[in-house]
């Protein structure tokens, strides 16, 4: 259920300002979307966007936004909040092409970066206690033969000795790609 808080005015004051950026853009969200619901629980995410498809007619939308989120600064919320609302274009429920266009045009029209996940570091909150999403991944394994790529967040045996497994996909050699250099901001 909405909470009727200062908290809940103040997302849905920033709410209804990106949905009208987002129409005068042209960007083609849906117009049945219900929320922001503010998600009291997650710990691991920031946003969320689900399709209600039970409903009879046009699809609806529900966006969730983690109350952690609104400890950040209104250009972050509202960057989280833009990247939900890109989900109910039609065809962006995943990261697709569709969904990175209009994300290009979020970014042109309002200079939002809106990027595919986020970590409390990038919105310039602290980590709360017992959140796994905090660690970053420090290992990258690529198939050498399909490109697929296995994360891992701590040293492992896969880690140390990548010659000794194959790729679940296509059975490829795997091999740990040079350690990421550049800041996620
Ligand atoms: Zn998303
Ligand atoms: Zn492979």
């Known amino acids: 259920m909405e909470e009727k808080n200062i908290n809940y005015e103040r997302l849905k004051k920033l709410f209804d300002e990106v949905v009208r950026e987002a129409v005068s853009l042209g960007i083609p969200i849906s117009r049945n979307i219900h929320g ?40 972050n919320i509202k960057e989280i909040i833009a990247h939900e609302l890109l989900h109910t274009c039609r065809g962006c429920m995943n990261h697709g092409k569709k969904w990175k266009e209009y994300a290009e045009v979020f970014r042109k029209g309002c200079g939002y970066k809106i990027t595919r996940t986020t970590s409390y570091e990038s919105l310039g909150l ?38 000794l497994y194959r790729c679940g996909k296509c059975g490829g050699n795997l091999e740990l790609q040079a350690k990421n250099t550049t800041s996620c901001r």
């Open 36 to 75: 922001p619901v503010i998600n009291t629980r997650a710990k691991a995410r920031f946003g969320c966007c689900k399709a209600n498809k039970k409903t009879i007619g046009p699809v609806s939308y529900t966006i969730e936004i983690s109350e952690r989120v609104l400890a950040a600064g209104e250009k």
């Open 126 to 163: 602290e980590v709360p206690a017992g959140t796994r999403q905090s660690e970053p991944y420090k290992y990258v394994l690529v198939c050498q033969k399909c490109g697929g790529k296995i994360m891992r967040r701590r040293r492992c045996s896969l880690v140390e000795k990548p010659h």
